[in-house]
């Protein structure tokens, strides 16, 4: 058995914490069982963006004759597309295990690794023991259970980014970002997109100003089935016969196509790691719960990212990777993690980005408040660029002016949304952060400054 002062497990955001440990002084082991790197990089963030903006390419060249551009004689490589993303994700995962394998400390340790008892992790019949551990084993898509699924075969986003042959039509079970990120990236190259969405909205924990317009959009574009639940999957002669229900109505119907894909949420990975060993608590659907300095209940274990379910986004995991380090570094001054203003976009056509609280929310607590809104149109550069879609939305505590929430739909919106994080996050968070600056003109940030400008009373 090998004895390390810290053991983690996961490369995503957990390598972070290995390296700068490791620098430390402190002897690190780290495990993955996967490409190193990662969700963001190898199945999530880094892969989706990349395809994505080809998609935004597509629907430039769609729009291009709005502007006076007559666009012509131009075809897309989907093959090429994706090879394009594969080689640049697969080159950067490979750099990163091959600086590992060079390094003496931290150790990779490439396998499954599962608990044997409290602090002992066994991978590939290696034992490794540490007095500090860090879980940081992520999630993986979620595969709900529907008759005729599992023999009929489907893809998740796992399978989908990587795919070479592009779908004639496409059915996604699932009306959340992955979703819609996918419906945009594979719909705008050309391919026909059915989506099966339980609730009345696609995004549905959005503002449900967002949602609700979002659905509006994605309807003209797409066979958008909201309100509607698979039933069952059968595959005959290559093609998908998916049986979706009306939830109220339960009429059913039948949808075809030559590809199926599930884009249900997902799971945490904790049921991979023989937890019970050790004693460490999850909740019931299987997130590692941590307190406010990310320690679970078993002394000595923290946890962090998609596997603690608190928010799951890189940039999340980031921020947590640099509290955890200190916390095991620093036993006796931990600082418990500032999720102040944690943010978010859903990177589809038009962009949608969000912080802080919902309409829906702030109604459903009896909060106290006003709005601001403002559409893009009514700016110069948003006349420029012609987005009649998008729009800011504040929501700010009457008394206090403090901003509660901002939920952006439009172009470059998980840009916008910044200026917001830092009068939330490094002012005083109240709307006279934004009020005060001095906004370019024609810049489309000047939308944010009207929206703050515009306040109103909520709807009864």
């Known amino acids: 058995m090998r004895e390390f002062d810290l053991i983690v497990v996961g490369s995503g955001s957990g390598l972070d914490v290995a390296v700068a440990a490791s620098q430390a002084g402190k002897s690190v082991a780290i495990i993955e069982k996967g490409p190193l790197g990662g969700t963001c990089l190898n199945r999530g963030c880094i892969p989706s963006k990349m395809l994505i903006h080809s998609a935004d390419i597509m629907e430039?060249?769609?729009?291009?004759?709005?502007?006076?551009?007559?666009?012509?004689?131009?075809?897309?490589?989907?093959?090429?597309?994706?090879?394009?993303?594969?080689?640049?994700?697969?080159?950067?995962?490979?750099?990163?295990?091959?600086?590992?394998?060079?390094?003496?400390?931290?150790?990779?340790?490439?396998?499954?690794?599962?608990?044997?008892?409290?602090?002992?992790?066994?991978?590939?019949?290696?034992?490794?023991?540490?007095?500090?551990?860090?879980?940081?084993?992520?999630?993986?898509?979620?595969?709900?259970?529907?008759?005729?699924?599992?023999?009929?075969?489907?893809?998740?986003?796992?399978?989908?980014?990587?795919?070479?042959?592009?779908?004639?039509?496409?059915?996604?079970?699932?009306?959340?970002?992955?979703?819609?990120?996918?419906?945009?990236?594979?719909?705008?190259?050309?391919?026909?997109?059915?989506?099966?969405?339980?609730?009345?909205?696609?995004?549905?924990?959005?503002?449900?100003?967002?949602?609700?317009?979002?659905?509006?959009?994605?309807?003209?574009?797409?066979?958008?089935?909201?309100?509607?639940?698979?039933?069952?999957?059968?595959?005959?002669?290559?093609?998908?016969?998916?049986?979706?229900?009306?939830?109220?109505?339960?009429e059913q119907r039948l949808i075809y196509s030559d590809q199926l894909l599930i884009a249900a949420g997902r799971t945490p990975n904790s049921d991979l790691l023989d937890l019970e060993r050790t004693g460490v608590k999850t909740d019931s659907?299987?997130?590692?719960?941590?307190?406010?300095?990310?320690?679970?209940?078993?002394?000595?274990?923290?946890?962090?990212?998609?596997?603690?379910?608190?928010?799951?986004?890189?940039?999340?995991?980031?921020?947590?990777?640099?509290?955890?380090?200190?916390?095991?570094?620093?036993?006796?001054?931990?600082?418990?993690?500032d999720y102040t203003a944690i943010p978010h976009a859903v990177f589809t056509n038009p962009q949608i980005a969000g912080v802080g609280k919902t309409e829906q929310q702030l109604r459903s607590e009896g909060a106290d408040y006003l709005i601001g809104f403002y559409r893009y149109a009514g700016t110069g550069m948003g006349k420029a660029i012609g987005d009649d879609e998008g729009f800011v939305k504040f929501l700010v505590d009457r008394k206090s002016g403090k901003i509660l929430g901002c939920h952006i739909l439009g172009h470059d919106a998980s840009v916008l949304i910044h200026e917001v994080l830092v009068a939330m996050r490094c002012g005083d968070g109240t709307l006279e952060n934004i009020r005060r600056a001095v906004h370019i003109h024609p810049a489309l940030s000047e939308v944010v400054d009207r929206a703050a400008a515009s306040l109103f009373e909520p709807r009864q």
């Open 60 to 250: 430039t060249l769609r729009s291009a004759h709005k502007f006076g551009i007559n666009v012509k004689d131009f075809e897309v490589d989907f093959k090429r597309i994706v090879l394009r993303v594969k080689d640049e994700v697969d080159r950067e995962s490979r750099e990163i295990e091959r600086n590992l394998r060079r390094s003496k400390n931290p150790v990779l340790y490439k396998g499954i690794g599962r608990f044997v008892d409290m602090k002992t992790i066994e991978v590939d019949g290696e034992r490794l023991r540490a007095e500090k551990i860090l879980i940081a084993a992520g999630s993986r898509p979620e595969v709900p259970n529907i008759p005729g699924l599992k023999e009929s075969g489907y893809i998740t986003s796992d399978e989908a980014l990587r795919l070479e042959t592009q779908p004639r039509i496409l059915t996604i079970l699932g009306g959340g970002y992955i979703a819609a990120e996918l419906a945009h990236f594979f719909g705008s190259l050309g391919t026909e997109i059915n989506i099966v969405q339980r609730r009345k909205v696609l995004l549905p924990n959005e503002d449900e100003s967002i949602s609700s317009h979002f659905t509006h959009i994605f309807s003209k574009k797409f066979n958008v089935l909201t309100g509607h639940a698979p039933v069952s999957v059968s595959k005959n002669n290559g093609t998908y016969e998916v049986k979706v229900e009306n939830v109220e109505t339960k």
């Open 285 to 337: 659907r299987g997130f590692i719960v941590v307190d406010e300095y990310l320690r679970t209940n078993v002394d000595g274990i923290f946890a962090l990212g998609d596997i603690i379910g608190r928010y799951q986004f890189k940039h999340a995991a980031n921020l947590e990777a640099e509290y955890a380090y200190h916390n095991i570094i620093h036993p006796d001054a931990m600082v418990p993690v």
